[in-house]
């Protein structure tokens, strides 16, 4: 366990918690219509979440037993992330399951988060972006940076 992640942690954690009701009271007109500046409607936003949890766990399960750096594919290159929002079609998702699965899979990186062997946070992931690699500890602090800012995002469409 790294106690040094114990605070994105329990940021998750208590984000979960906070979001949860507020995305669960809102109307399936508000859920598909308003959209971002990447013209993603809030049910696309919380899809792409899910898709980034469940990336970033794979990413930090193969960082911590395979070769560094680490080939892997990112989905978020060259709208890879937006074919897998059409693909997924999370507009037609059923609400309640949708919010549930993006619950557990933030609950789950937090706690694969912690439980990191910190002898491998200096592995590195060819990101093949321009950010070209980064360290397994840089990606981990990120996510939360991330994460907020979609629920930033989420939070000016219901405003």
């Known amino acids: 366990m790294i106690k040094e ?9 208590s984000l979960i918690k906070d979001w949860k009701p507020i995305l669960l009271g809102l109307s399936e007109d508000v859920l598909i ?6 013209k993603r409607t809030i049910k696309q936003i919380i ?8 990336n970033n766990t794979h990413r930090i399960i193969h960082l911590q037993y395979q070769k560094s750096p680490l080939r892997f594919p990112n989905y978020a290159t060259n709208g890879n992330n937006d074919r897998w929002i059409a693909i997924q079609n999370y507009n037609e998702e059923e609400w309640e399951d949708l919010v549930q699965l993006w619950k557990y899979s933030h609950a789950h990186i937090a706690h694969v988060i912690l439980n990191t062997n910190p002898e491998k946070l200096d592995n590195k992931w060819n990101s093949e972006s321009e950010y070209g690699k980064i360290s397994l500890k840089a990606m ?20």
């Not at 219509?33 to 990447?38: F, G, I, L, P």
Request: charged share 25%; aromatic share 6%.
């Open 5 to 13: 992640f114990e605070p994105i942690r329990q940021a998750i954690l």
């Open 33 to 38: 219509t308003k959209t971002n500046n990447q």
């Open 47 to 54: 899809g792409h979440m899910v898709d980034s949890a469940s």
């Open 140 to 159: 981990i602090i990120d996510f939360l940076r991330h994460f907020k800012m979609h629920l930033s995002e989420i939070n000016e469409l219901i405003k």
